[in-house]
């Protein structure tokens, strides 16, 4: 076992200047870093533990599942169907996480999964959702088939099927799909599938405290709810769901609305799942928990608060691709509309608005042990953007094939803001048995993260300094944003001081990284100080930085649409002793045109 100091490596050109220095075991501080470790462990261990015993203490883990005579309810899939998809199941062409596997006269459930991401979504039997909007007998006897198949024999992914997050959402398909699967069916079918449900929901009843914080536990209880509130006769398994749900969304959805494991991500696909389930509880005749409404409540305003112009959410902590469907149809079921929070303190974020420009900051530490396997090492970083132009990015995290990006996503490399010693703010537990257990929760990072805002001379201003590299170099970080009310201009500072009272500051390397959307084209200027950023609406943007020379590097977008796509960043690089203090400046030189001028195209 060892902890990724979360430097990057060499990836190729499509990751050329994220980082470069390979990880390794960490030595500094040894006996320090093993004693935090063995706390970490001894942390993780017990949460795990606690959730086990805390399910069985509410009678989760014994509350009995009779076999329902019926279903009563059917409830509301928000996520989109593409009956154009049913198609290509029906010619057992099965394409999902970029992989695609041709079933040549066997069951999917036959095959041999290309990847972890396939089998996850083949069990999770989401695709049921196109079957039922091609609304065809054909495909309806093809959704009742494949289902078969699973129940007589799940197949080559077992395991992957057996984990709690995967069986909740084959659990939330098949009741949200019941209705299509269920008409005309026989009376053999309709016992075998009965049976399974209440089988598969025994096992997830069992199972739900096991599922890793965030998301995935989330899921695992609101489909016991779901269970609870369709299925015949299950009163008592209903009540101990609802009791375990409030207990979580007091815990994992903070007082500003925000998730606990910092990824805004985790809004859309909760509610994605919670408004549904707030419908169902009404369908039934029973009032919603007050947890739940109250939960609901919180977070529809910060869906606004990550939004940018162009409807994308900001790239923190996990968040990849948005997809706009999803976002439009939570975003209907939002009464009051209002302008979004600017300080989301409990959540550790900050966002500046003057009239189309918009800054969002990561202004808070890690999210706690338990909750940080998706965590990324991104502490002051910022995005930034102008009406629905997106210029300053986060690398973000790519739809599919996420293991093979996932630790160069989480350095701080993959952030705007500054790197030191090509070392991440933030270490991960990498390696061994514990993270096939855990996964890879960050060991270390910033515990003081600093905020102040107001307003001064027409402008808005925000300061946050952190501590993460205060320990491995002694060094603090403290990064000030200026945003003109004119909404012309964005002032920055980044500053590095000593950790030690008067204590000088080490020879140590940075780079201050300004990640660009794949959309931004820069041209290079005979002044080694100045770029120019023109967009594809033929807005254009200068960037300064007259203490340091500028450089362009290549860059990525992880979570472009489509999978990764190539792009650029702005380095400014330096040594703190020389350079503690860095002032950058992105100016407006051309506005807007009615019609953008021609460009060419960019691989």
């Known amino acids: 076992m060892r902890i990724w100091n ?25 006996l320090r870093e093993r004693t935090r470790l063995a706390a970490l462990l001894a942390e993780l261990w017990s949460q795990t533990v606690l959730a086990r015993v805390g399910g069985r203490a509410m009678a989760l883990g014994y509350v009995p599942v009779p076999v329902p005579e019926r279903l009563l309810i059917a409830p509301q899939d928000l996520r989109t169907g593409d009956a154009t998809l049913a198609s290509e199941i029906y010619s057992g062409r099965f394409a999902f996480a970029g992989k695609v596997m041709m079933l040549d006269g066997r069951t999917p459930f036959e095959l041999v999964p290309p990847s972890v991401e ?17 609304g065809t007998t054909i495909a309806r006897a093809n959704a009742r088939a494949l289902v078969g198949d699973f129940m007589r024999d799940p197949g080559k992914a077992r395991a992957v099927a057996a984990r709690p997050d995967i069986a909740a959402r084959r659990i939330i398909s098949w009741l949200t799909q019941a209705t299509f699967l269920l008409q005309d069916a026989d009376h053999d079918f309709y016992r075998r599938f009965m ?44 009540k101990a769901a609802q009791k375990r749900l409030g207990e979580e969304l007091d815990r994992q959805i903070l007082p500003d609305g925000g998730p606990l494991t910092r990824n805004p991500g985790m809004l859309i696909e909760l509610l994605l799942d919670l408004l549904p389930l707030r419908q169902a509880f009404t369908a039934r005749n029973q009032p919603a928990p007050p947890a739940l409404m109250n939960a609901v409540d919180r977070m529809m305003p910060m869906l606004r608060f990550f939004r940018h112009g162009d409807g994308a959410f900001a790239h923190f902590h996990g968040m990849g691709h948005t997809q706009a469907d999803q976002l439009a149809t939570i975003l209907a079921f939002d009464d009051a509309r209002g302008a979004p929070v600017a300080n989301a303190p409990y959540s550790g974020y900050q966002r500046l608005d003057a009239r189309s420009l918009m800054v969002i900051v990561d202004t808070g530490p890690p ?64 390696g061994g048995s514990m993270t096939r257990i855990f996964g890879a929760p960050i060991v270390s990072g910033p515990k003081s993260v600093e905020v102040q805002r107001g307003t001064r001379n027409n402008a808005l201003l925000l300061r946050a300094s952190h501590d993460g590299y205060a320990e491995t170099f002694g060094i603090l970080h403290q990064r000030s944003w200026r945003l003109a009310m004119e909404g012309n201009r964005l002032d920055g500072e980044d500053v590095f001081r000593s950790a030690a009272d008067a204590g000088p500051l080490p020879s140590e390397a940075f780079a201050i990284r300004f990640h660009l959307h794949p ?42 649409a489509g999978g990764p796509r190539r792009t650029s960043q702005l380095v400014l690089a330096g040594e703190v002793a020389r350079t503690p203090r860095v002032i950058w400046t992105f100016v407006r030189t051309r506005e807007a045109q009615s019609v953008p001028p021609a460009r060419p195209s960019r691989a």
């Open 6 to 30: 979360g430097s990057a490596g060499p990836l190729g050109a499509m990751a050329k200047g994220l980082a470069r220095a390979p990880g390794g075991v960490v030595t500094r501080g040894g």
């Open 118 to 134: 396939w089998a996850e979504a083949l069990h999770g039997f989401g695709w049921l959702r196109h079957l039922k909007a091609a």
């Open 195 to 238: 049976r399974s449900l209440a089988r598969q929901v025994r096992q997830l009843r069992r199972m739900a405290g096991e599922a890793p914080d965030g998301y995935p536990r989330m899921v695992a209880i609101i489909a016991l709810i779901f269970a609870g509130l369709c299925m015949s006769d299950q009163p008592r398994l209903l």
């Open 367 to 430: 999210p706690p042990a338990v909750a940080s396997w998706e965590a990324h090492a991104s502490c002051l970083a910022f995005e930034f953007s102008s009406a629905r132009q997106r210029i300053v990015i986060n690398c973000g995290v790519p739809d599919v094939h996420r293991e093979m990006w996932r630790q160069v996503a989480r350095s701080t490399a993959a952030h705007s803001t500054a790197v030191i010693a090509d070392t991440s703010s933030c270490r991960f537990l990498q």
């Open 519 to 560: 959309s931004v084209s820069v041209e290079r200027l005979d002044d080694p100080h100045t770029a120019l950023l023109s967009l594809p609406n033929g807005e254009a943007w200068a960037f300064a930085a007259p203490h340091l020379p500028l450089a362009v590097e290549e860059s990525v977008d992880l979570a472009a």
